[in-house]
């Protein structure tokens, strides 16, 4: 939540931070706005409530003088409704410091209230604007703008990226850290920060990773980095493994688009390199089989559509491990006194490796003894560096709210990480082993058949169906999480009510829903699969089809006990049971698009939402 852009250097910063904000627009869009200590001197702000459109045209119609040291902010509102007032940068110290900040500060009202009593006036409801006038209090004493901060960030409490540039000091930001991301961009003669590389990626690809409770100096080419206390420290370098064309829309209609297109790629390059001759090995694991085959227990950690994806890899982990796995709901977990112990391996999955009820989890877990294992899709991020270990997805960056590739990238490393894990522990007979390589390897292009033969009647479908106000989502095994994802993208990017069911708890509560017309989309296991499972299934259709539903079935080509029944079926191919969801999900994704595209919603940037979801 929040993006975060700074910059010093030769070139106009006005330039290269609207062009960063508009890059990290997905973390939040209620307003944007940005701070530049212009030529003459001055600090220049322009700040609007909306979408950062209308940041642009402030600045067409009111530009600000050229200047080579800026701050930018774009904002999702948690202090404060998505006002001009609210949106940052914030100004203190007469007017000649600039702050802008990503998080909460929980102990703001109390700080609020102590420069309040002495006679500070607030012009905006945020927590933001205590941290500008603590830090322009502080800077007054003693003219040091990283020992003001020093001061300051000592005194917070809760979450915060801060960023700050003052009048007195052309060519310097100062930036600080806690719980909350910020990464460094190293370019020729100039520096960069971001709250995460996508700021700064079109200039440079090099980047260092600041640390938790950290402070950060930058000028041109050059860095200093200390922790709160003021003693040094060395930044973490990094490369940044995509470039700039990754993260553009390239000629889609919409990133999410673009993402859907992209998840046969997502999965192949999650799984690249990572199978040697029918055996899965994930040399970022090298150096733990002592440690996997003492484990006793798996607990995976995630929110949204991560936690599905963890749903979905808790079949392959105890099929394939043999080892039990329990999936909580990060944000649920870390209040109610989880049991682990040294034996448990804890993994986590995000895709921001940022989202802050996950990172805090993580955390509790480490601090009761567990192991951390991290799935995640963004270098340099929180959650991988809080972690024992880590297994990076090779999405490529997500720009689009709602989550697509990293999900079908998520479900495979969960399948790699299991079969890796079986490997080690004698579980995973080498046919087996063996035909899931395969069935990996094959994934891809079976996706892509999806894409090519399903995509249009997908969305011709969801164009009929754009004034629909409730749709439901069945499944059963893997094919539960998978309506569970189907009915979350729903929700998320078409504001229709959706509820996902697992099948067999139909006839327990959810079958009174069913009223005449009511469209119901079913995730159909393979016949070839178990039997009993696909007429099950089979019979659920059967059963909501006397109550009047209107079937939408997902099943494999051939499948030709769901036609009598289903009043469309969108096909996937063949597929051993344990990969099916990858494939499943796929219309799924496609439908939720094509309904938002026909309602002519912002498939990218759905109301109330943002990417990245960095606070509790
Ligand atoms: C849904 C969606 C969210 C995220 C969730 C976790 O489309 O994108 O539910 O999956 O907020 O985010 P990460 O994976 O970044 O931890």
């Not at 000091?169 to 020729?188: D, F, K, Q, T, Y």
């Not at 200039?203 to 640390?211: D, K, N, P, S, W």
């Not at 890899?313 to 796995?325: C, D, H, N, S, T």
């Not at 754009?466 to 059963?476: I, M, P, Q, Y």
């Amino acid at each position: 939540m929040c993006g975060i852009v700074g910059y010093v250097g030769p070139r106009d910063s006005q330039d290269i931070l609207v062009a960063g904000l508009a890059r990290l627009e997905y973390r939040g869009y209620d307003s944007a706005g940005i701070a530049v200590i212009d030529e003459g001197g001055s600090l220049a702000v322009r700040k609007r409530s909306g979408k950062l459109a209308r940041l642009r045209e402030a600045l067409d119609t009111d530009p600000i003088g050229r200047g080579t040291t800026g701050i930018g902010h774009t904002r999702w509102a948690t202090h404060g409704g998505p006002t001009d007032q609210n949106a940052h940068p914030h100004l203190a110290d007469g007017d000649r410091l600039a702050v802008i900040h990503n998080g909460i500060i929980e102990n703001f009202s109390e700080l609020r209230k102590e420069l309040q009593a002495e006679g500070v006036e607030f012009l905006s409801d945020t927590d933001t604007e205590v941290a500008a006038q603590l830090i322009g209090r502080a800077y007054r004493e003693t003219g040091d703008l990283v020992a003001a901060f020093r001061a300051v960030v000592n005194r917070l409490d809760g979450a915060f990226t801060l960023l700050a540039t003052h009048e007195d000091h052309p060519g310097l930001v100062v930036g600080a850290r806690r719980n909350s991301p910020l990464v460094i961009g190293l370019g020729e003669g100039e520096t960069f920060l971001g709250s995460d590389v996508a700021a700064f990626v079109e200039h440079t690809r090099h980047a260092l990773a600041v640390g938790q409770d950290e402070i950060v100096a930058i000028r041109p080419g050059q860095v200093e980095v200390t922790d709160f206390s003021g003693n040094a420290v060395e930044p973490q370098p990094f490369e940044v493994s995509w470039d700039a064309a990754a993260a553009d829309k390239g000629g889609w209609s919409s990133f999410m688009a673009k993402e859907v297109s992209e998840e046969p790629e997502a999965v192949a390059n999650t799984v690249r390199g990572r199978i040697h001759d029918g055996e899965i090995r994930v040399p970022e694991l090298d150096g733990l089989d002592d440690f996997f085959r003492g484990i006793d227990r798996i607990v995976v950690l995630a929110c949204g559509t991560a936690y599905y994806s963890g749903l979905v890899g808790k079949y392959a982990l105890e099929k394939w491990a043999r080892i039990p796995v329990d999936v909580e709901l990060a944000h649920e977990f870390r209040y109610r006194e989880p049991i682990v112990s040294a034996s448990t391996l804890v993994v986590s999955i995000s895709q921001s490796g940022e989202t802050m009820d996950t990172l805090m989890a993580v955390k509790e877990a480490a601090r009761l003894g567990a192991k951390t294992l991290s799935i995640c899709n963004t270098q340099g991020s929180t959650i991988p560096r809080e972690s024992d270990a880590v297994v990076y997805t090779h999405a490529g960056p997500e720009v689009a709210v709602a989550s697509t590739k990293a999900f079908v990238a998520q479900i495979t490393a969960l399948y790699l990480l299991a079969l890796h894990v079986g490997r080690v522990r004698g579980a995973l007979p080498a046919d087996v082993s063996a035909e899931a390589s395969e069935q990996l390897g094959a994934l891809p292009e079976k996706i892509q058949w999806i894409l090519d033969n399903e995509q249009e009647r997908t969305e011709q479908l969801a164009h009929w169906m754009a004034d629909t106000r409730s749709v439901l989502f069945l499944g059963r095994h893997v094919g539960y999480p998978i309506a569970l994802e189907g009915a979350l993208k729903l929700k998320e990017i078409s504001y229709i009510h959706a509820e996902g069911f697992a099948a067999g708890e139909l006839k327990h509560g959810p079958i009174a829903l069913i009223e005449p017309g009511q469209p119901v989309f079913v995730v159909v296991p393979s016949p070839r699969g178990s039997i009993t499972m696909h007429q099950k299934v089979v019979s659920n259709i059967e059963e909501i089809r006397a109550r009047g539903a209107r079937i939408i079935a997902i099943a494999e080509q051939g499948d030709s006990a769901v036609l009598p029944s289903a009043d469309e079926v969108l096909r996937i191919p063949l597929a051993s049971p344990l990969f099916e969801p990858i494939l499943a999900v796929v219309p799924l994704h496609i439908f939720a698009m094509g309904l938002a595209t026909a309602k002519g919603l912002d498939v990218d940037q759905p109301r109330n939402l943002a990417k990245s979801v960095t606070v509790e």
